[in-house]
């Protein structure tokens, strides 16, 4: 389990959570690692399209900080999570086509309105369209400075963000188990006797 939970009037318990939490270019958690798996259940888990484990927990994370954190898989190792700052962008597509759905950054006029993909013209070619916001991920979250410089309500606010993201960690962690868990559970046969 990632998530510790520690007095809050505790400066210095919140301090040692924050030094010593895993890193990886920012706050981070291995959950594979963290789940003591045999070969057996590690070839389980490849088999396992695991941003789909995570993708709940993750959703829950950013919408319980409004958009600006957001966790997502580090580059070169999947199974560690990291925590980002995240910001909300405007979309840069104007247009749609009916026909394929191809986005495109330019506006449709009379004109030009043909898909740039298709081909489709006139009712079927690209008609303009207010795209939603985009949540992107920023820098990776860490501290550059000891903590211990910093305020209390400063320490509190950082280290109940990392608590948060470790408590979603463990949320992702037990998905995984779950997961795994549903593919060592043999069948059983509830099939009548002399059935084929």
């Known amino acids: 389990m990632f998530c510790k939970h520690i007095d809050l009037h505790n400066r210095v318990a919140m301090e040692n959570y ?3 939490h895993f890193f990886h270019k920012g706050y981070a958690n ?20 695991c941003l789909e484990l995570i993708d709940d927990s993750v ?9 600006q954190y957001t966790i997502i898989p580090a580059w070169l190792s999947p199974n560690v999570l990291v925590l980002h700052e995240a910001k909300m962008i405007r979309s840069p597509f104007r247009s749609e086509c009916r026909t394929c759905n191809q ?21 079927g070619g690209r008609v303009n369209k207010t795209f ?13 400075d000891d903590p211990s410089g910093w305020t209390l309500d400063d320490l509190r606010e950082r280290f109940l963000l ?7 960690c463990d949320q992702v962690r037990h998905s995984f188990l779950q997961h795994i868990r549903r593919f060592q559970t ?4 509830n099939r009548p006797a002399g059935a084929i």
Do not use: W
Request: net charge negative; proline share 5%.
């Open 59 to 67: 959703i829950g994370f950013i919408i319980d900080h409004t958009g």
């Open 162 to 168: 990392v608590q948060s993201f470790d408590q979603a």
């Open 132 to 144: 939603p916001m985009l949540l992107v991920a920023a820098n990776p979250l860490y501290h550059e």
């Open 186 to 189: 043999p069948l059983t046969d």
């Open 18 to 20: 924050l030094r010593s």
């Open 103 to 123: 986005k495109c950054v330019e506006e449709a006029t009379e004109k030009s309105h043909d898909c740039y993909r298709c081909g489709a013209t006139g009712d």
């Open 30 to 49: 291995d959950i594979v690692a963290s789940l003591g798996l045999n070969p057996e259940e590690m070839n389980l888990l490849r088999k396992i399209d």
